[in-house]
Structures are given as structure tokens and as C-alpha cells.
């Protein structure tokens, strides 16, 4: 079974204006070894109504809706970010299906 919780440290600071500022900071080595081991073992057959795409965290994709002002609450805008994403060259290593959807 796969580890889902990637981050390796959290940093809590407070600013000079009295804000607390939290940084998480995530090790992304095993998602891009479980993207290649999904390559390796996906019965991702032409014609297969079921599709693995890709390994994205929910941290991950905090961020990426964060970035492209979409709420959680709109399911299309979400599935639309992650395929955009996940098209991206910067992050397709964790692309394990390289098909069109």
C-alpha cells in the first residue's frame, strides 16, 4: 500500500504584522515512483471505459486551484485544472496514461 502523506515538514512563523504564516513543505520522489510503477502495471487498454491518469496529492491540487481561482464546489473547473496540469510539461511525469481525454 502506497504512503498518501507526502509532506516532510511544516514551518509556522509569525510575520511583522502579527500574522501566523504556515509553509508545508512536500517530498514529491515517491508520487513520481508511484507514477512510474502505474505506467509499468495499469491495464490502461485501448477501449477500457476506466482510465488511471495520473498521481496527483490533494495538496498538490490545493494549490493548482488555488493558483487558477476555482473552487472545490465546481467539479468541471476542477477536472479541467488536472488536465491541464496534468498535460503541462511540468508535470508530466506524473502522467501515467499518455492518451487523450
Known sequence: MFRTDHKVREDITINEKGEIQIASHFDGNQLLRQA???????????????????????????IWLKEAGVSWSDPEAVKEVCKRKLMDGEFSQLRNWEGKW
Open 36 to 62: 512510474q510503477y502505474a505506467r509499468e502495471v495499469s491495464p490502461n487498454a485501448v477501449g477500457s471505459d476506466w482510465k488511471h491518469v495520473g498521481e496527483v496529492t490533494s495538496e498538490m491540487l490545493h
